[in-house]
């Protein structure tokens, strides 16, 4: 009765767009519709990943959902994203435990959260798989809006500060190069990890094929 009459107060709005929504959803029904039209993408990830699922392509509802979550704040989307990711992913892939691709020490400062994180805690909470953060990544150049090329040729520092999972999952809110998820995967192995998966909310692969590139690391 309560959270009834607040919404007649204060109308619950999406998440992305701002349209009014329903009071127990996240995002109103355009945006829901355009979530569950994503193509998911699986198959074989960058240098160091056996395996890669995405829910989408980094483009419509999936773009929008992950820049409200990162840039916008608006930290409930976290658990639409992990339901989104758990839907794409065929069951062999949530398996271990998950551990998130590290931010950068500013980035997560300023803002005062990580994307991958609250999307890794709220997996967790619908899977009932465990949350291991063990990554660490040194601070460095900004990734978001270099060439592609440029993040390949200087992929980000990433060490694990303690023995990571055998079996691992990582989670990261788009993948764009997969520089980052080899970063990770070559760390999490040189420190004991023998399986990593990655699960990313959205995929910004040119053609949308999976394929390891030439000299990527």
């Known amino acids: 009765m309560a959270s009834e009459i607040l919404s007649l ?7 992305i767009c701002g349209a ?23 198959g074989p990830g960058p240098a160091g990943i056996d395996a890669v699922v995405s829910a989408g ?25 992990a339901a989104a990711i758990r839907a ?5 892939m949530l398996r271990g435990r998950l551990v998130p691709v590290p931010p950068d020490p500013l980035r997560v400062r300023i803002r005062g959260f990580d994307a991958a994180e609250e999307i890794a805690r709220s997996l967790a909470r619908i899977t009932e ?3 291991e953060p063990c990554l660490e990544r ?42 980052t998820l080899s970063a990770c995967a070559k ?10 998966v990655a699960l990313t909310l959205g995929h910004a692969i040119p053609d949308r094929r999976l394929a390891r590139e030439p000299g990527q690391a």
């Open 9 to 15: 107060l204060a109308p619950p709005r999406c998440g």
């Open 20 to 42: 009014a929504c329903h009071a127990k959803r996240s995002l109103c029904r355009s945006c829901n519709a355009g979530l569950l039209a994503a193509e998911p993408l699986v």
């Open 57 to 81: 392509p980094h483009e419509g509802a999936v773009r929008a959902l992950a820049a409200s979550l990162k840039f916008g704040r608006r930290l409930p989307l976290a658990g639409r994203a």
């Open 88 to 92: 794409a992913a065929p069951p062999e």
């Open 129 to 131: 798989l465990e949350v």
């Open 138 to 179: 040194e601070p460095a150049r900004r990734q978001v809006g270099r060439p592609r090329q440029a993040r390949l040729a200087d992929p980000p520092r990433i060490s694990a500060w303690r023995t990571p999972p055998r079996c691992v999952a990582l989670v990261d809110d788009v993948w764009t190069t997969g520089s």
């Open 187 to 196: 760390a999490l192995r040189a420190a004991g990890a023998e399986r990593v």
